[in-house]
């Protein structure tokens, strides 16, 4: 009887001599269609092609196969696979957490927090915390909930209207962008600065090497007179 006594089952296609069939629908290296071969003849011409015979639909009868540089192809869909993990967005939700009666300066900073959560394409969870007697005037905080909101209309909007949760307050704000766009306008703006910087630098150089011709320059009359 047959057990499979476990271990890893490959996800790899099938290449070359591991492919076991009497014949495969064979794709061209361009994509062109050339038709049901029989594999010796499909193995003969990836040999002259000096290609991989790759297996890339197993269930097709007979099996489609493709000519491909198949080392090549992998390296491709890797570095695909990994730029696309790399542009991948994760919702994340940060929390800012306020006072009924805070005091403009720190309004003023937490309010800035929120902006920059907010062109990060991050959504933010507000709270106002009430303690004692605070607690009997829920207007304040959504008052104030309604303030901040105002003040940051153009980077974000209200996801989850304020409502009370025990002693708290709480609204969500979502962003206007999405995730992707922020991060991708974050590098591009990374990008401008650094090309900025490397403007500044060469700049410098040149003006350095400038000063120092301009210097040479003078202190040769100088010389040329005390030689005479």
Known sequence: MWC???GSISAEPRINDRIRVPE??????????VGIVPLAKALELAQEYDLDLVEVAAT???????LMDYGKFKYESAMKAREARKNQAHTVIKEMKLRPKIDPHDYDTKKG????????????????MFRGREQS?????????????????????I???PKQDGRNMIMVLGPHKKKTEAMAEAREAQA????????HATEESADATGEATAEAAAEAPAEASSDA
Do not use: M, W
């Open 159 to 161: 996801e989850s209207n």
């Open 137 to 157: 005037r829920p207007e304040l905080g959504f008052r104030l909930l309604q303030r901040l909101a105002s003040d940051v209309e153009e980077l974000g909007f």
């Open 113 to 128: 927090h929120v902006v920059r959560f907010l062109k990060q394409g991050d959504k933010v969870k507000i709270t106002i």
């Open 24 to 33: 495969v629908r064979l794709v061209g290296p361009s994509g062109e269609q």
């Open 4 to 6: 499979y006594r476990g």
């Open 60 to 66: 097709a009868r007979p099996p489609v196969c493709k």
């Open 192 to 199: 401008a600065r650094k090309a900025e910087r490397q403007g």
